[in-house]
């Protein structure tokens, strides 16, 4: 059975950071691109950062320069560290296999003062 667990979201102040880990099973993490997506309530999904299986990384650009994906396959794990946020990040933020639709339940984002 493929898992998909977030954690490490909270509330933090513009200009904190929080690093958000993805802890997966079921499938071999060395073999999959993964993908970090967030979503605000009533809004899509909107792409956030994804790496691939040799750590090749993009951004979108309203992250670009603050986020910083990463991955341990050997602990099956994949990060997103957020630096210099901003009350626009609040968001639900999920992992995923890049192809795949299949997401983890999210963990909550919240900026603010």
């Known amino acids: 059975e493929v898992q998909l667990l977030e954690s490490g979201g909270g509330l933090v102040q513009p200009g904190g950071s929080l690093r958000l880990s993805c802890e997966t099973s079921g499938f071999p993490l060395k073999s999959y691109s993964m993908t970090w997506v967030r979503q605000v309530p009533g809004k899509g999904l909107e792409w956030v950062a994804t790496?691939?299986?040799?750590?090749?990384?993009t951004y979108s650009a309203p992250v670009k320069g603050r986020f910083t994906i990463s991955r341990d396959d050997a602990k099956s794990t994949v990060y997103l560290q957020l630096n210099n946020l901003k009350s626009d990040d609040t968001a639900m933020y999920y992992c995923?296999?890049?192809?795949?639709?299949?997401r983890g339940r999210g963990t909550q984002v919240t900026v603010s003062s």
């Open positions: 995923k296999r890049t192809a795949v639709t299949e």
């Open positions: 790496i691939t299986t040799s750590t090749y990384t």
